[in-house]
């Protein structure tokens, strides 16, 4: 990002001190990179080249007519690789970069426009990724969109250059694709399938691309010649503008960097916990909190982060540029395929993806260390605890009870904020722990093993028969005295049917969400309670339901989780769910 938004981010996470910090050089270190079959990849990958489609002029609509800002001048251009095997027309991926510096900067504001040779080319920080996505049968244009982060042509409003200048290229490339006039430097007749599209961005480009797919009048009218969007793969998103609580009308899939040096808290997570709760959200979106790595070595142009990661021992040693580079090759064609590949093809991919409703939540993916939350599509889940307000303590999503036996709930609601703020919240952590996102959520505490949170199910809600999963999210409040330091947690999931009979299944003792988050608790902030260095985000835990024997599972009129596994405990908590395998 900018150096110009370096207080917004610090504004909108409340770390002023780490922004002040100094930056730390931890040593990289090199690590495997992505399982990829060596038969899935040509010998050699498609070339990205660089286009040129000339000057444009774009209006700004929040200046006067008779204003010099109100006509700004663009260049469309970018780099693009095409498929070189396979029959097309292929998807088409539009690939938006962030708000790194673009023209050079006269008294902290970049002067727009500028010569080409000094204009920082950030786009071509993705053309490795476009390859290795031409390599697997797509289009891929990574876009130089320096014009909507500039400051230097007055004041933006967020988006609107933005949705112009992808306006103008979308249209120039279905032209060319229909054997119309071709700009782009390599031969498109035939190739590409701008009506099948998807976006990537990186940084605040990831908060843009959503900010297009949300728009209902791009590329969805028909008349455009290309989309509307399929769906947009955030990479490190820093969110500012995009409403987090409006729904998503496609799937989105979020990699967040759990060492990242620049949206620091992992804030773009609060797109994904607008979207649980957002009315109307029917499609998937799915977290990676990728370990280890940092928000500028998904752009081979950029750095390091220009933050450091002060006293964060899960920081001490990250990723490469080149590894993670790999993981976002890795997960950007699975995303893909997910929207665009056959039936069975999506299936294999939401697995490598660990969005399958039935599978235990991994430790990893691709080989790399990561966690996971999935919020699936809403016909995939049923709601029994998603705690967006106190009055869930009493009763569930279902209409059922809800119960807390030996258990001490606190409801915390979304957002950032102090005990001086909001008296009485000491337990949701706020100032002390990141929890990425800030989500509304569930202190689920007891100091004597057996304690039990309930929710009985009322009758004719509880046929489990087609279901794959009970899911929830969960982690460790690092804080609390009930949680032994440095040890995971362990409960049991009960089920009892409508004869009384009961069923119970214990979650791994190796469960990636409920693992003793790694960080320190410094005392020395001035913050009372402490504040740990680490990052503890709500992730999945998910087990399958043909593990709970014994019982009728198409009436089941209660679910328990029994905290019988260890002494004491705290967790943060929230979406308890019965998950189905799509219809």
Partial sequence: MLKRLIWLSCALTLVLAACASPALSPTPIATPGPTI??????????????????????????????????????????????????????????????????????????????????????????????????????????????????????????????KQIVDLQLRALATAAAGGENKFGVDLNGKADVRRLALAGHSRG?????????????????????GPVAGVLQIAPAPGFVDPGKASPVP????????????????????????????????????????????NYFNSTLGDDPFGRRDRLDCESRLEAQTQQKFLNAYAVDFLVTLFGSDSAAEAAKSRLAIDPGAPAPSELYGLPARIAVLPNADERTVIFTPATADEFKTNRLGGA???????????????????????????????????????????????????LRFEI??????????????????????????????????????????????AVHTRPDEPALQFPIGKVETDQGIEGGLFSGRVPLTTVRLPVQDFAGVNLSDIREMALVFDQTPSGSLFMGDVEVMRSQP
Wanted: charged share 15%.
């Fill in 37 to 162: 079959e060596a038969s899935a990849l040509p010998a050699v990958l498609p070339t990205a080249v660089e286009y040129n489609l000339g000057e444009a002029t774009i209006v700004q609509s929040n200046f006067p007519e008779d204003s010099r800002f109100r006509q700004m001048p663009v260049r469309l251009n970018g780099v693009i690789a095409v498929p070189t095997a396979g029959e097309g027309p292929f998807p088409v991926v539009a690939i938006l970069h962030g708000t790194h510096p673009g023209c050079p900067e006269i008294d902290h504001v970049d002067r727009w426009p500028c010569d080409p040779a000094d204009e920082q080319p950030n786009y071509r920080g993705f053309a490795y990724l476009a390859e290795h996505l031409a390599a697997q049968g797509y289009v891929a244009l990574s876009m130089n969109i320096n014009a909507e982060n500039t400051f230097g042509f007055g004041e933006p409003v967020a988006g609107e250059r933005l």
């Fill in 206 to 226: 990831g908060e843009m691309a959503l900010m297009i797919a949300q728009d209902a009048q791009l590329g969805a009218s028909g008349t455009d010649g290309y």
């Fill in 252 to 295: 989105v899939g979020l990699i967040l960097p759990m060492c990242d040096g620049d949206v620091i808290n992992q804030e773009g997570q609060k797109l994904y916990e607008g979207a649980r709760l957002a009315p109307g959200q029917q499609v998937w979106v799915t977290s990676a909190f990728l370990e280890r790595a940092n928000h």
């Fill in 402 to 452: 809800t119960l807390a036996q030996g258990v001490t709930l606190f409801f915390c609601e979304a957002g950032s904020y102090t005990p001086f703020m909001r008296p009485g919240t000491e337990p949701c952590r706020r100032v002390n722990v990141v929890v990425p996102g800030d989500p509304a959520l569930a202190v689920v505490s007891w100091e004597k093993p057996g304690a039990a």
């Fill in 458 to 503: 009322p009758q004719g809600q509880g046929d489990l028969s087609q279901a794959a999963a009970i899911s929830l999210r969960a982690a460790i409040d690092p804080i609390s005295d009930l949680n032994p330091a440095g040890k995971g947690q362990a409960f049991t999931v009960l089920l009892t049917d409508g004869a009384g009979k009961t069923a």
